[in-house]
């Protein structure tokens, strides 16, 4: 099975990329997670993209906050899946973040997912893998069946509450 690289531009962002690692090992996929900045430490930002493929990852998470270049530097040096988390900073509640994820030019695409939603980073991640692996889909139908599950079961407990 592919890895899914996480990297964050910051140790402040692993509460985000937290929610992305859980869903990742409920679904049994292997992942390793990096602190790589865009500004800080392009060399080994651009390395690691540069490597991925040949590392065994079939996807790459990118999360950052403030100007969020991460997933766009790391989609530009890999042909690699990208997916990009903004997160919220200090200011303008992670809207910056977001459109610094989402506005890439054309020719380096970033999927994005919404402010600090590190589990469905994790999810599109699974689904891009799953294209190509059965078990891995089969988990992930599993998944979507017991949040059904869950769900009707809360409106049953509300209906008969109400």
């Given amino acids: 099975m592919k890895k899914v690289g996480i990297v964050m531009g910051s140790d402040s962002d692993l509460p985000v990329i ?5 869903q990742l090992r409920a679904l049994e996929i292997p992942f390793e997670v990096h602190v790589y900045s865009a500004h800080r430490t392009p060399v080994e930002a651009r390395d690691f ?63 994005t997912v919404g402010v600090n939603n590190g589990a469905n980073a994790a999810l599109l991640a699974a689904q891009i893998l799953a294209v190509e692996d059965a078990a891995l889909a089969q988990r992930l139908s599993a998944k979507r069946a017991a949040d059904t599950a869950k769900v009707l079961e809360k409106d049953a407990g509300i209906a008969a509450r109400l």
Avoid: W, Y
């Fill in 49 to 111: 993209s540069l490597s991925a493929r040949e590392k065994g990852f079939g996807v790459i998470i990118a999360a950052a906050g403030m100007a969020a270049h991460l997933a766009g530097a790391i989609a530009a040096n890999t042909t690699l899946p990208v997916i990009g988390i903004p997160c919220k900073g200090p200011a303008l509640d992670g809207m910056d973040a977001l459109l610094s994820t989402v506005q890439m030019p054309s020719g380096i695409p970033v999927a």
């Fill in 18 to 22: 937290q929610k992305a690692v859980d």
